[in-house]
């Protein structure tokens, strides 16, 4: 029963997609960007003896974001180096700001790619849905 209304979701959405993109009208409204994903990951020929003598102090100041409310969620990335995290933050300058602002930031060993998250704007076209912000 759970895979069968996880695939009519699936589905639909798809539909919304893939419907919404003939249309003459925008497929996706504009949407305020509500999260940002971080991936981070260490700059190609960087010493890793570098990075493990500033990884203390970063994890520190890593906790103290999470615990400022700035850090939401944190993850490690699979298959190979790096972290993830999804901030509490709306303005990509300002996430990329704090970010450097890190140890490992501030000594130029890692890097950031930044992705502004919005909710998800197909399911507005779902039956009684309004397209208009509110």
């Known amino acids: 029963m759970k895979l069968s209304l996880a695939t009519t979701i699936a589905a639909t959405l798809a539909s919304l997609l893939i419907a919404g993109s003939s249309l003459g009208q925008p497929v996706n409204p504009p949407t305020p960007t509500t999260r940002i994903l971080a991936i981070g990951t260490i700059n190609p020929g960087v010493d890793p003896a570098a990075v493990r003598s500033i990884l203390p102090k970063e994890v520190r100041e890593t906790v103290q974001l999470y615990l400022d409310g700035k850090i939401d969620q944190w ?15 709306t303005d990509p300058a300002a996430a990329r700001d704090m970010l450097e602002k890190l140890p490992l930031g501030q000594a130029h060993l890692m890097r950031f790619e930044l992705i502004p998250l919005a909710p998800l704007s197909p399911l507005r076209q779902l039956q009684g849905m309004s397209t208009g912000q509110q």
């Open 75 to 89: 993850f490690s990335l699979q298959g190979r180096s790096g972290v993830a995290f999804i901030l509490n933050v």
